[in-house]
């Protein structure tokens, strides 16, 4: 790098500095845009073979920066100080994704190795290529094996710890949450259903059955089988629905396989 001009080696430093490249990918890259800055960060970002591997020094520092002081984990306090850095609101589906990315174990915290895992396997180790993968883990979601993957993960990630089953509230904020993406027209329906005549935790069971119930049986239960090996609680649900007449509405409503 010596034998650059000073304004170049300004930007070469620029460059890795913000990205977390190598020397010789933030060479590639600026040379390979007449050395304008913007040029060379679409280059690096649309050329994934020569991205480094995640520096792990650089994971080193943004692990440290939202660590608890007290204890070797990343709780909710520096979860919300990550979710500042990174523009996007706690609530946002993509956190999910992302704690899916990293195998945690329990929502609102992620353990040093859960951490690098995560960030590891999406080529992750500064804060602007954070930004920058957004838009690939909101992809994910449309894709119907990463979701079914996403969903189950998300019963035991949301579940207490110690406990087998899913608290109905925390287990319907869920389903409101995957199923504002995968939309399925009665999740409403079943929501105000559990309340009024299950209100108890949900089963392992019942949470994967219900993704393939709202995969599988159109909004008007024309193909739905009542002799079919459904979870009691769904068969119980599609009761609700007719005795309540809301499948006679349903033939309007957008079938799930059209989503």
Not at 11 to 30: D, H, R, Y
Not at 136 to 153: A, H, P, T, V
Not at 163 to 189: N, R
């Given at each position: 790098?010596?034998?650059?001009g000073?304004?170049?080696?300004?930007?070469?430093q620029?460059?890795?500095?913000?990205?977390?490249?190598?020397?010789?990918?933030?060479?590639q890259a600026?040379?390979a845009?007449d050395?304008?800055?913007e040029?060379a960060?679409?280059f690096f970002y649309s050329q994934p073979?020569?991205k480094?591997y995640?520096?792990?020094k650089?994971l080193?520092?943004?692990?440290?920066r939202?660590?608890d002081?007290y204890?070797?984990m990343i709780l909710v306090?520096g979860?919300?100080l990550?979710?500042n850095?990174?523009?996007?609101?706690?609530q946002?589906?993509?956190m999910l994704?992302l704690?899916?990315?990293?195998?945690?174990?329990?929502?609102?915290?992620y353990s040093?190795q859960?951490f690098?895992?995560?960030?590891?396997?999406?080529?992750?180790?500064?804060?602007?290529?954070?930004?920058e993968?957004?838009p690939f883990?909101?992809?994910?979601?449309k894709d119907?094996q990463?979701f079914?993957e996403?969903?189950?993960f998300?019963?035991?990630?949301?579940?207490?710890k110690?406990?087998?089953?899913l608290?109905?509230?925390?287990?319907?904020?869920?389903?409101q949450?995957?199923?504002a993406e995968k939309?399925?027209?009665?999740?409403?329906h079943?929501c105000?259903?559990?309340q009024?005549?299950?209100?108890?935790?949900?089963?392992?069971?019942?949470w994967?059955?219900?993704l393939?119930?709202a995969r599988t049986?159109?909004?008007?239960l024309?193909n739905?089988?009542?002799?079919?090996a459904w979870?009691?609680?769904i068969?119980e649900?599609?009761?609700?629905?007719?005795?309540?007449g809301i499948?006679?509405?349903?033939?309007s409503?957008?079938?799930w396989?059209?989503k």
């Amino acid at each position: 790098m010596h034998k650059l001009g000073r304004s170049h080696r300004d930007k070469v430093q620029q460059f890795m500095t913000i990205t977390g490249a190598s020397e010789k990918a933030a060479l590639q890259a600026l040379k390979a845009s007449d050395w304008h800055l913007e040029g060379a960060f679409d280059f690096f970002y649309s050329q994934p073979q020569i991205k480094s591997y995640p520096d792990t020094k650089h994971l080193e520092e943004l692990y440290n920066r939202y660590k608890d002081p007290y204890t070797d984990m990343i709780l909710v306090d520096g979860i919300t100080l990550l979710c500042n850095d990174i523009q996007v609101d706690p609530q946002d589906i993509v956190m999910l994704v992302l704690s899916w990315h990293m195998k945690a174990s329990t929502m609102c915290e992620y353990s040093k190795q859960e951490f690098f895992t995560g960030l590891q396997a999406l080529g992750i180790d500064s804060l602007v290529k954070f930004r920058e993968r957004i838009p690939f883990m909101r992809s994910e979601l449309k894709d119907e094996q990463k979701f079914g993957e996403i969903y189950n993960f998300a019963f035991g990630w949301a579940k207490e710890k110690g406990q087998k089953s899913l608290a109905l509230d925390t287990a319907i904020g869920m389903w409101q949450l995957l199923f504002a993406e995968k939309q399925w027209p009665l999740v409403d329906h079943w929501c105000q259903f559990l309340q009024a005549r299950h209100n108890k935790a949900i089963s392992r069971d019942t949470w994967s059955q219900l993704l393939e119930f709202a995969r599988t049986v159109d909004t008007s239960l024309s193909n739905y089988d009542a002799e079919g090996a459904w979870p009691y609680l769904i068969d119980e649900f599609v009761e609700y629905l007719n005795e309540n007449g809301i499948i006679s509405n349903a033939q309007s409503m957008t079938d799930w396989s059209q989503k």
